[in-house]
């Protein structure tokens, strides 16, 4: 059930604002933490008793599990590139290897390269990569996460790629662990607006909080003039939705507040296996609508 304000117990663990996120594009691929994209659509999300495809295996190539520290004493931030899977297509028979280079951005310094790995399916990294880099730069930076593959004739080939804004993930207080969702970067990026986030976790309760505070500069689907949004929010595990909660319909409103808090029952050993898919999408008469964008 939907709530509309956080419960008192849910300030013993502070609250991380996202900050504002930009809607990805309808026909686009997905990020981690980053762009909202136009929607490819939710209904293609597995059910729960579902044991179909993985969702959003057209518009992605794989994922790669990273963590990152950053040491105030020595100025420099730590990556580590921990494991990845699926990097490649098993059906592009271009390449016979592949690996990753990870680059701080926007000056597209190179932080790491890492090896070179002959299975892309399976890969274990455990590589460990450091740049200096003063306090004020975690506002102002990106770290982009990008995987090359190896064809025939030893050319290397960008197939896919992620981006994380550090001023996202609080490094300043504490290290930062997660799957990233490679982009296919054949598929061009197209904003359709930005939604603000905030994310709790209360170890004691197992309680997963998802408080969705407002969306701005909409762009409606099939250039509507106005429609009425709302937003969806999915809990997926291993790509298939576990669970759904979505808020209020806001009427003809493109920058849209909401201020409701979603509760998800999450047990702590299976957290870092999860993600959210969080869509907005416009309301229609029949109960159906179009989906605005994502983030995943």
Not at 69 to 82: G, K, P, S
Not at 217 to 245: E, H
Request: overall charge negative.
């Amino acid at each position: 059930s939907r709530k509309s304000s956080l419960r008192a117990e849910d300030t013993l663990e502070s609250i991380q604002e996202l900050g504002s996120l930009e809607l990805m594009g309808r026909d686009l691929g997905l990020a981690h933490c980053g762009p909202l994209r136009k929607s490819i659509s939710a209904d293609s999300l597995n059910s729960i008793s579902s044991i179909g495809n993985n969702f959003g295996q057209d518009f992605t190539v794989g994922q790669v599990e990273v963590s990152m520290e950053y040491d105030a004493r020595a100025t420099a931030l730590h990556v580590t590139l921990l494991q990845g899977k699926d990097l490649l297509e098993k059906e592009d028979t271009r390449f016979e290897s592949c690996f990753m280079r990870i680059s701080l951005l926007p000056a597209e310094q190179i932080v790491g390269i890492s090896r070179i790995q002959r299975s892309a399916y399976s890969v274990a990294f455990d590589e460990r990569f450091s740049v200096p880099l003063d306090p004020a730069a975690l506002e102002e930076n990106s770290l982009r996460f990008s995987v090359f593959g190896i064809d025939e004739d030893e050319r290397s080939v960008s197939t896919g790629v992620a981006e994380l804004k550090l001023s996202d993930l609080d490094l300043a207080t504490r290290p930062f662990n997660a799957w990233l969702y490679l982009q296919d970067t054949n598929k061009a990026v197209d904003t359709v607006g930005e939604i603000l986030l905030s994310l709790s976790y209360l170890p004691t309760a197992e309680r997963l909080t998802v408080v969705v505070v407002k969306a701005k500069n909409l762009v409606w689907s099939n250039a509507k003039v106005t429609a009425d949004p709302f937003v969806k929010v999915y809990l997926l595990q291993d790509g298939r939705k576990i669970s759904k909660k979505k808020t209020a319909v806001k009427r003809g409103d493109t920058n849209p507040v909401f201020n409701e808090a979603m509760i998800f029952s999450v047990p702590a050993i299976v957290l870092q296996e999860l993600s959210l898919r969080v869509t907005v999408a416009e309301s229609g008469e029949d109960g159906r609508g179009d989906n605005t964008g994502h983030v995943l």
